[in-house]
């Protein structure tokens, strides 16, 4: 199937890069900015990156999420999936903030009563990238030792067509690609993407039923 042959090209992201910008100075930024921010922030060792998302960023990332609802739903694993958390390691001098935090622990999840005062880290990230970023970000995943990573990347305005999902596995310390899901080993990008186009085609609700029913033809994964 080929996918997103009738969507229209995205506007570029908005991305700016700060250098020579210390830990103290990052914190207060955040402080400054406020919970209500918009901008999604990456820093690593004193460079700062601004993206502000727009409205196609935001809604596929809010696509993926509710299919990773409906798989926690469907095989009867408790998920817990945060948007736009903000995960840092002062040790590191780095932070990151993907689109997308599944934490497959309840007893772990960073609501959880019994969970450690610690920062809690995710199981699964999504990272949606319309626009190339600045920074590298899967040295910085890998880093926080984060088991498995999405991307979901465009090529932007000159290929509106070209947009694909990677799937990166943790293994030694650096990331391998992989065709298939880590937590999920049934679902493959591919499927990742066919739901992203029929949820274009044929509106949300349609093709949550339509995975639903792949689901179940795969004998609960």
């Given at each position: 199937?080929?996918?997103?042959?009738?969507?229209?090209?995205?506007?570029?992201?908005?991305?700016?890069?700060?250098?020579?910008?210390?830990?103290?100075?990052?914190?207060?930024?955040?402080?400054?900015?406020?919970?209500?921010?918009?901008?999604?922030?990456?820093?690593?060792?004193?460079?700062?990156?601004?993206?502000?998302?727009?409205?196609?960023?935001?809604?596929?990332?809010?696509?993926?999420?509710?299919?990773?609802?409906?798989?926690?739903?469907?095989?009867?694993?408790?998920?817990?999936?945060?948007?736009?958390?903000?995960?840092?390691?002062?040790?590191?001098?780095?932070?990151?903030?993907?689109?997308?935090?599944?934490?497959?622990?309840?007893?772990?999840?960073?609501?959880?009563?019994?969970?450690?005062?610690?920062?809690?880290?995710?199981?699964?990230?999504?990272?949606?990238?319309?626009?190339?970023?600045?920074?590298?970000?899967?040295?910085?995943?890998?880093?926080?030792?984060?088991?498995?990573?999405?991307?979901?990347?465009?090529?932007?305005?000159?290929?509106?067509?070209?947009?694909?999902?990677?799937?990166?596995?943790?293994?030694?310390?650096?990331?391998?690609?992989?065709?298939?899901?880590?937590?999920?080993?049934?679902?493959?990008?591919?499927?990742?993407?066919?739901?992203?186009?029929?949820?274009?085609t044929f509106g949300l609700m349609?093709?949550?039923r339509l995975l639903r029913e792949?689901?179940?033809?795969?004998?609960?994964?």
């Amino acid at each position: 199937m080929k996918f997103f042959q009738n969507r229209k090209p995205a506007p570029n992201e908005q991305r700016i890069v700060l250098s020579k910008v210390n830990w103290a100075k990052f914190e207060a930024l955040l402080l400054e900015m406020g919970e209500g921010r918009s901008a999604h922030l990456t820093y690593d060792r004193g460079a700062l990156e601004l993206m502000t998302p727009l409205a196609e960023h935001e809604r596929s990332s809010k696509l993926v999420e509710s299919l990773l609802l409906l798989l926690s739903d469907e095989l009867k694993q408790p998920v817990l999936v945060q948007r736009s958390r903000l995960l840092k390691r002062f040790d590191l001098q780095q932070a990151v903030e993907p689109d997308i935090c599944c934490f497959f622990d309840p007893k772990t999840s960073p609501l959880s009563p019994s969970a450690e005062p610690t920062e809690t880290l995710p199981d699964l990230i999504m990272e949606v990238a319309l626009t190339h970023s600045s920074l590298d970000k899967l040295p910085i995943y890998a880093n926080f030792a984060i088991p498995e990573v999405w991307r979901y990347l465009s090529a932007g305005e000159r290929q509106p067509t070209t947009r694909y999902l990677r799937i990166y596995h943790l293994k030694n310390q650096s990331y391998t690609e992989s065709d298939r899901s880590l937590h999920f080993p049934f679902l493959t990008a591919a499927t990742v993407l066919q739901f992203l186009d029929q949820s274009d085609t044929f509106g949300l609700m349609p093709s949550l039923r339509l995975l639903r029913e792949w689901l179940q033809q795969q004998g609960g994964g």
